[in-house]
């Protein structure tokens, strides 16, 4: 059995702070309990694998970096063990995806549906419409009526003048269903998320999970917004139970070493905004003054080394010793 740790052509892996810096990999193996062999994600096709190998890889904000993956990964999926697995790197930077994974996986706790086309959007006012690819809170719009949705539609999924003036002309040449038809061949499509609206929230909470510890950030919703993440009204309290516990159980179904978890809190329960599992930020990890670790039937809150290298290993090397029989790695 091989371990691989596949990095950017530039020795990128992961994100380390911003989206161009990276983690020092030298610090990163020092701390692994295991022997790796690293490789570039440029090099994959040149490297012979066999089924007990595993390849621990590193996505990217950089869309054709994530399509490069996509696609060479796909059949390797079927021969390795990949971490992340092929699910996350298809829901990184794609909510669309995330919420074919929470429908197909049954968590999540929020209505959504994944669309293409604006006039089949079916939940009621008020709801959440976002654009598919991108992460944080660019692209995510607050619809409470027609008149709102009439705007994304406008914004987003009308066609521009040359193509408007194109169907005038073939709608005075062509039969009505003809015309039908060839209207719908050229209609404008968008890849978005419609999202259940969770009415009077004030805050919600960004978790970092690392192997068993749990970094937590709350995050205030933003003044005559509706939006938490990028508000920069951030601090670091202690948690509510409810979400550690519900932290937890998405870590269970996700089955990864690192995730972020965008989790929100209501009357109802807990609920999943938005998930990755590879490339997120660590704002959190590297600020909060306190991690928190399951132990017994208790949450115990520990003081944070605030060290990301040390912490990726640790993550690592708590997962591979509950999936590949490593060596077991103390807290």
């Given at each position: 059995m091989t371990i691989y740790l596949l990095i950017m052509p530039n020795g990128t892996f992961g994100s380390a702070g911003q989206s161009w810096k990276k983690l020092n990999l030298n610090r990163l193996k020092i701390n692994l309990d295991f022997e790796v062999k690293v490789e570039t994600i440029d090099n994959i096709n040149n490297l012979t694998f066999n089924k007990h190998d595993v390849l621990i890889y590193t996505s990217s904000e950089n869309e054709v970096i994530r399509t490069f993956l996509k696609n060479n990964l796909f059949y390797l999926k079927d021969t390795v063990r990949l971490i992340p697995s092929y699910d996350l790197l298809m829901a990184h930077e794609d909510k669309g995806f995330q919420e074919i994974l929470k429908h197909k996986e049954g968590f999540g706790n929020l209505k959504g549906n994944y669309i293409f086309d604006i006039d089949k959007s079916s939940l009621k006012f008020p709801k959440v419409l976002k654009t598919s690819q991108g992460a944080g809170s660019s692209g995510v719009f607050l619809v409470k009526n027609l008149k709102e949705l009439a705007k994304i539609k406008s914004d987003f999924f009308t066609d521009d003048l040359k193509r408007r003036l194109i169907k005038l002309q073939r709608k005075i040449k062509l039969s009505s269903s003809d015309y039908q038809t060839y209207k719908y061949r050229y209609k404008k499509f968008s890849l978005f998320v419609e999202q259940q609206f969770i009415p009077d929230l004030k805050h919600d909470f960004k978790v970092l999970v690392f192997g068993n510890r749990y970094f937590v950030l709350k995050r205030s919703i933003r003044k005559n917004?509706?939006?938490?993440?990028?508000?920069?009204?951030?601090?670091?309290?202690?948690?509510?139970?409810?979400?550690?516990?519900?932290?937890?159980?998405?870590?269970?179904i996700l089955d990864n070493p690192y995730l972020s978890l965008d989790i929100a809190q209501s009357a109802t329960g807990c609920h999943l905004i938005e998930f990755q599992g590879?490339?997120?930020g660590p704002y959190t990890l590297l600020n909060a003054p306190y991690r928190y670790v399951y132990q017994g039937k208790d949450w115990v809150a520990e003081n944070n080394c605030k060290d990301l290298e040390s912490n990726y290993a640790y993550a690592l090397n708590y997962y591979l010793k509950d999936n590949l029989n490593l060596e077991k790695v103390e807290g």
């Open positions: 917004d509706f939006r938490a993440s990028g508000s920069g009204n951030f601090e670091f309290v202690e948690p509510p139970r409810e979400v550690l516990e519900y932290a937890r159980e998405v870590a269970s590879t490339n997120f």
